[in-house]
């Protein structure tokens, strides 16, 4: 069965500083990964994903996360965080491309000015 | 380009009642799957449906069904409304031809169970 962990469940940073958001995953068979933000009182968006190929996985905004298959992870970082970077974020497996897609607990960010 | 809409935004039942929420999904988008979000957690996935029939199902009580028309629109249905089921209920498109697992989300409709 597939399951994500999310490593803490609050980050903070300061404007400027490095942001790195933890995942590590469960699947029994090649998954696909993706990176959601939610903000207040909205659904859900797609940072990034990775399906196949490349390790290395660039998104929008300036986030970027690595698949590292013998670690079973996908952290999320940004070079630099803004504040405008302050939301949710929920890491999310899937094991095929077409069906359910299981989501982590989520990681609320905080950016400090 | 409409994306995914849903509807209500709010609502407040009483325990024992009944909610339908409603979702229409992205144009072009045949798959609909929903999801419970209660307050400080991730999502929870409830079912999905493509070609008019549940493909799939998390780990909900039968309370919980739903429909998907023609039209790809889909209906969620909770009997006997009990106050645990107070969660935002999202619903997220996407497409069986691209096959990337990406879900196209809506904001979301909010149960209040009073």
């Known amino acids: 069965a597939q399951s994500v962990t999310q490593l803490g469940s609050h980050v903070s940073v300061s404007e400027g500083a490095l942001v790195l958001l933890r995942c590590n995953y469960s699947?029994?068979?090649?998954?696909?990964l993706f990176w959601y933000v939610q903000y207040p009182n909205q659904g859900l968006q797609l940072l990034l994903k990775y399906t196949t190929g490349a390790t290395l996985v660039k998104g929008i905004n300036g986030f970027e996360a690595e698949f590292k298959k013998s670690e079973t992870s996908f952290h999320l970082t940004k070079p630099s965080a803004h504040m405008s970077d302050a939301a949710e974020y929920f890491c999310?497996?899937?094991?095929?491309?077409?069906?359910?897609?299981?989501f982590g607990a989520g990681t609320r960010l905080f950016v400090k000015a | 380009d409409a994306g995914v809409t849903q509807s209500p935004t709010h609502l407040i039942k009483t325990r024992g009642q009944q909610v339908t929420l409603r979702c229409s999904p992205k144009s072009g988008h045949d798959t609909v799957s929903w999801y419970q979000q209660a307050l400080g957690q991730g999502p929870q996935f409830i079912f999905q449906?493509?070609?008019?029939?549940?493909?799939q199902r998390g780990n909900f009580p039968d309370r919980f069904s739903g429909h998907q028309f023609p039209n790809y629109s889909s209906e969620l249905n909770v009997n006997a409304l009990l106050l645990g089921d107070s969660a935002l209920y999202l619903c997220?498109?996407?497409?069986?031809?691209?096959?990337?697992?990406?879900?196209?989300f809506g904001e979301g409709s909010r149960l209040t169970v009073l």
């Open positions: 699947s029994s068979v090649p998954p696909y």
């Open positions: 997220a498109s996407s497409s069986s031809k691209a096959n990337t697992g990406e879900l196209f």
């Open positions: 999310a497996v899937s094991e095929t491309g077409g069906f359910k897609t299981i």
């Open positions: 449906y493509y070609e008019e029939e549940e493909r």
